[in-house]
Structures are given as structure tokens and as C-alpha cells.
């Protein structure tokens, strides 16, 4: 075997971070170092703190990263659904670019090997007022070899017209309330500027493309019922997050009540937070992102799981190359797998240049190519990159950490 260490041997010596600033959101790289000469590099979930990954470092010091499932276990109860699972899942990822560099295998070969040889990915388009000016949006997303789509609509397309939106006294205001509780629902009138809205879309781009739609905005599962049923019309690839995916009952009524595939799952951490989801048969495409679910192996479970319930596994993903290649794998190893997210196609050139090792831009055609080099693909992070995206307001990129190799603390969960 043509290894690039002694697995065996290999112990972690080190964990750093860096504060990224425009890949294009705010996201933290890890970078995990070994006894050995080689580095496995993860990311938090963009919007994370440092703090969630720094405080795992005392907990896997001086461990043998190749040991990913074990070490996983023993840090998986730091983390929380959304952006509070960062850390957990970035060590994973980081673990395996790791054990992928020792054993000289890519880091879809340790979840199971390959069922495709190029990933597709689906482009976010921020929106336009108009219509017809956001299809012409779209369809240079097609023009860039772009073959699934996905853009917003909902009460953020309402804003500002009269008799679309009924709420109750400030509510529209506030993003903080969970969508059954704020009394807020859209007219038919709203319901009909929603569908002349993506009319002249489906005009522009027509109707062979998917087109997947999100941010409908905190309003009740009845209007989202109504709007739904109003835009089934337009063969919509899928309805994401309409109402908190804790609402798994309400889910299945929405499901129920629709002809187009509901989707959620974007910020549920582990396989057991989709469980209620599955069992009801309540969506019809998931959506982690997997640097809130549990990172490359548990992605892969939670895809698996969805498989058996007849269910898609898209992957939702708002980061740098890093998670990029982290999804990547896993969508690369899930027979259910159907499309990844990017949220960096207007500064592709840039942000595919974070990381060495692989095609700029890292995405051609529409489709990202699965790499066949170790770990997570990439050789390691252009230096130069980032510090041009780092986040000036936070400490120097990779800088020491040594204030927390000491762990103060008595993890048992049970006596
Ligand atoms: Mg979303």
C-alpha cells in the first residue's frame, strides 16, 4: 500500500483556525495538525463561532485522527442543530482529509467508494424585483453550462404593495418568530403577484430546467398551503424550508396538501434529527448541510435513511472549497444523492482559488469532478487567498492555540 504516513503511528497534535470573511459568507477553516508532517483541513458552518471548533481541540489531542468514527462519537455532543454543530462537523471533515492523506485514499473511498464521477450543482441567484429581469438572471446561470436552478420568492416579493400581506402589528418586522406563530398570511391578491412573478420567469428560462424556491418568509402553514397549491402550476423543483423543519406534523399536512416535492433539513443536526421527518414520509427531497448534520460519514447515514423512506438528498452549502469537497464526497458516495448547492458562482474564479490542487474554477459545466487525490482532494490552502479572505476583525489565520490543549472538564453523558 502507497501510504502517505504510518497510520498507525499518526497522532494529532494541533488544531488552528482561521476567520474567513467572503466565501462568501463569514466561516472558520480548521486545520489539523499531526505528528506526522500532515494537515486535514475542515470548515464551520458559515455564521459559527471559532469557539464551537476550538473547544474540541483538548478532546482529540494526541489522538490517531484515522480513528473518525470513534472520535466522532466522543465529540458529537458538542454540537446542536444549525450553525451550533460547526465545530463538530468541521473536525469530522477534517478528520477525514486526514485519514484519506494517511492511507492515501480519497475521503469518498472511506465512506463506502464512488456511485458518480461528477457532482451537479445548483446555483443560488439573489433575487430581482421583476420578473422578467430575474429569468434573464437565471438564464445566464444556463448559459454558464448551469443545468438546475433555484431562487427566492415569497413575502420578500410582496414588500411594500398593497393588500398582499396580512400581519398583525409589527410582525413583518421581525425575523425571530417561528412561522405558525406570527399570524402573518398572504391575500390573493399577494398570491397572485407570486405567480406572475414566476410566470415570467418560467417565460425567460421555460420549463425544462429544474428550479428549486426558498425563503417564503415566516408566514402559517395555511398560506403556505395556499401559495404552494397557487405555484404548482409551474412544476417548481422543490419548496424548501417553508415552515420550521421542527413542525415534522405540519410538514406532512403541507406534503399532503401540494403536487410539488417539499424540502427541509438544512439545519437538523444527525441522522435521529430527520427520524420524525422520515417516518412520516413528511418531504420529499432532504437538505442537509453537512456541516450541520454530522459531517461526511453521517451525511452519507442520513441519506442512506432517506433512500429508504423514497426520499432525495439534495445538499444545502454556503462555504468555501473546503466544505465544498467535504459535500462533495459525501454526495459522491450516497446512491441517493441529487444536487449541491453554491452560493459562489459570481466570484467563481476567487473562491475556487482558496484551495491547491484542483481545477479553477472548481466548477465546469455545472458539475464539480470528484477528485482521485487523498483526503478531501485538494493538496492544501493557497496562503495567499487566505489572508485575501480573512476576516480582518478576527485574530491572525492559524495563529497558536495553545490556551485550549488543557480540557477542564467530565464529559460522561451517563452514571
Ligand atoms: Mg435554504
Not at 500500500?1 to 480548521?30: H, Q
Not at 421581525?174 to 398572504?186: A, E, L, R, Y
Not at 492544501?380 to 489565520?397: I, K, Q
Request: glycine content about 10%; hydrophobic content about 40%; proline content about 5%.
Amino acid at each position: 500500500m502507497n501510504t502517505a504516513s504510518r497510520p498507525s503511528e499518526l497522532k494529532i497534535t494541533d488544531l488552528r483556525v482561521a476567520s474567513l470573511k467572503g466565501a462568501p459568507f463569514r466561516s472558520i477553516l480548521i486545520r489539523i495538525d499531526t505528528n506526522q508532517g500532515i494537515s486535514g483541513y475542515g470548515e464551520v458552518r458559515d455564521g459559527g463561532s471559532r469557539d464551537y471548533a476550538l473547544t474540541l481541540k483538548s478532546r482529540i489531542l494526541g489522538e490517531n485522527p484515522c480513528n473518525v468514527d470513534r472520535l466522532f462519537r466522543r465529540i458529537k455532543q458538542f454540537g446542536h442543530h444549525a450553525r451550533q454543530a460547526g465545530g463538530v462537523c468541521g473536525v469530522e471533515m477534517a478528520l477525514m482529509d486526514l485519514a484519506g492523506k494517511a492511507y492515501g485514499v480519497p475521503a469518498y473511498m472511506l465512506a463506502g467508494g464512488k456511485f458518480r464521477d461528477r457532482i451537479l450543482c445548483y446555483c443560488d441567484t439573489t433575487s430581482e424585483p421583476d420578473g422578467a429581469d430575474m429569468g434573464r438572471r437565471l438564464r445566464e446561470r444556463m448559459d454558464d453550462g448551469f443545468g438546475f436552478l433555484k431562487m427566492d420568492i415569497g413575502l420578500g416579493n410582496l414588500k411594500g404593495r398593497p393588500d398582499c400581506v396580512i400581519s398583525p402589528p409589527g410582525m413583518q418586522q421581525t425575523n425571530s418568530i417561528m412561522h405558525p406563530f406570527t399570524g402573518i398570511q398572504v391575500t390573493e391578491k399577494g398570491i397572485g403577484v407570486l405567480c406572475e412573478y414566476v410566470a415570467a420567469v418560467r417565460d425567460v428560462i421555460g420549463y425544462e430546467i429544474p428550479l428549486a424556491v426558498d425563503h417564503f418568509g415566516h408566514m402559517g402553514l395555511e398560506s403556505c398551503i395556499r401559495v404552494g397549491k397557487a405555484l404548482d402550476q409551474f412544476s417548481l423543483a422543490w419548496y424548501e424550508d417553508m415552515i420550521p423543519w421542527q413542525f415534522a406534523d405540519q410538514y406532512e399536512r403541507l406534503s399532503h396538501a401540494v403536487d410539488t416535492p417539499i424540502c427541509t433539513g438544512e439545519d437538523v443536526y444527525l441522522k435521529e434529527g430527520f427520524a420524525d421527518l422520515f417516518a412520516r414520509r413528511a418531504i420529499a427531497v432532504v437538505h442537509p448541510d453537512l456541516a450541520s448534520s454530522g459531517g461526511i460519514l453521517e451525511t452519507k447515514r442520513i441519506g442512506d435513511a432517506a433512500q429508504e423512506a423514497g426520499i432525495a438528498m439534495a445538499l444545502h452549502m454556503a462555504m468555501s472549497p473546503v466544505a465544498a469537497m467535504a459535500s462533495v464526497h459525501a454526495a459522491a458516495a450516497t446512491e441517493n444523492f441529487m444536487v449541491l448547492e453554491n452560493h459562489s458562482v459570481d466570484d467563481l474564479q476567487r473562491w475556487s482559488s482558496l484551495v491547491e490542487g484542483l481545477p479553477v474554477p472548481l466548477i465546469e459545466n455545472g458539475h464539480i469532478a470528484v477528485p482521485e487525490t487523498p483526503g478531501l482532494g485538494f493538496s492544501g490552502l493557497n496562503d495567499d487567498m487566505v489572508r485575501e479572505f480573512a476576516d480582518p476583525d478576527a485574530p491572525e489565520p492559524f495563529g497558536p492555540t495553545d490556551e485550549w490543549n488543557q480540557l477542564a472538564a467530565h464529559d460522561r453523558l451517563w452514571s
